[in-house]
Nanobody
Framework: QVQLVESGGGLVQTGGSLRLSCAASGRTFSSYVMGWFRQAPEKEREFVAAINWSGTTTYYADSVKGRFTISRDNAKNTQYLQMSSLKPMDTAVYYC??????????????????WGQGTQVTVSS
């Protein structure tokens, strides 16, 4: 398993942008599907985005499609989430996650992987 550390959260106004980073330890980062999830207060954790091992295929929740972009740099063992046109509804703790598979199938596959500690994103209206 890999260890994951998120960074880049903060407070931003509606319409603003943030970029989250997730640094992974271990030499097998390129063998993992990577993803982002979020959890707002008093709500269930929800899937945000995922990216396959090579970075060639990405997946998004409908609520963020067209506004968020997931990417990865396997040479740096890091994945990113570029968030634009942020809305108050995007306020949540964002978690980086890894799945020990090459290809993304569904959010449940991350249950067998690793999770970061989370980073807070707050969008003010």
């Amino acid at each position: 398993q890999v260890q994951l550390v998120e960074s880049g959260g903060g407070l931003v106004q509606t319409g603003g942008s943030l970029r989250l980073s997730c640094a992974a330890s271990g030499r097998t980062f390129s063998s993992y599907v990577m993803g982002w999830f979020r959890q707002a207060p008093e709500k269930e954790r929800e899937f945000v985005a995922a990216i396959n091992w090579s970075g060639t295929t990405t997946y998004y929740a409908d609520s963020v499609k067209g506004r968020f972009t997931i990417s990865r740099d396997n040479a740096k063992n890091t994945q990113y989430l570029q968030m634009s046109s942020l809305k108050p509804m995007d306020t949540a703790v964002y978690y980086c996650a890894s799945s020990p598979h090459l290809h993304y199938v569904n959010p449940n596959q991350f249950n067998s992987g690793s999770w970061g500690q989370g980073t807070q994103v707050t969008v003010s209206s």
